[in-house]
């Protein structure tokens, strides 16, 4: 599981769900949907700490080149470690805010020319993060 630490930034409310803003560092934010609200979470509150965690699964990583997709949750790294298993790899990736770990498919390591070294960034969606207090 990765975990990081930070503090909420922002809270954007919609019925019973929430667009929380997570600040890990001073240049990188991330975001999460959840479902409750400043008035059911008391954690809910702007600048209050939370652990973000996160599954390993959840990762999708992609070239450093731009591309035009939903993906919110976007953190640039450099892989450095990766162990290649016959269906499935596992990544480590170091970023300015701490190491993410990824499986992906080792067919999708190979089409991507992934190595340790190579600059990448890893991608979660909005609703694969999970808040703890």
């Known amino acids: 599981m ?12 919609s019925g019973n769900m929430s667009l929380v803003t997570i600040s ?5 934010t991330l975001k ?21 965690l996160f599954k390993e699964t959840e990762v999708v990583i992609g070239s450093t080149k731009n591309h035009e ?19 499935l790899s596992k990544l480590e990736i170091q970023t300015k805010v701490g190491i993410i770990r990824s499986i992906i498919s080792t067919a999708a390591v190979l089409q ?4 340790k070294g190579k600059e990448v960034i890893a991608m979660i969606k909005l ?3 999970m808040l703890s207090p």
Do not use: C, M, W
Request: net charge negative.
């Open 32 to 52: 999460a949907i959840v479902i409750e609200t400043t008035e059911t979470a008391s954690y809910l509150k702007n600048g209050s700490p939370v652990h973000v």
């Open 2 to 13: 990765n975990s990081f630490e930070g503090h909420i930034a922002a809270i954007e409310v």
């Open 24 to 28: 890990v560092d001073q240049k990188q």
């Open 127 to 129: 609703n694969e993060l």
């Open 112 to 115: 991507l020319g992934l190595k």
């Open 69 to 87: 997709i939903s993906l919110q949750n976007r953190i640039p790294g450099t892989i450095n470690h990766i162990e290649k298993g016959l269906l």
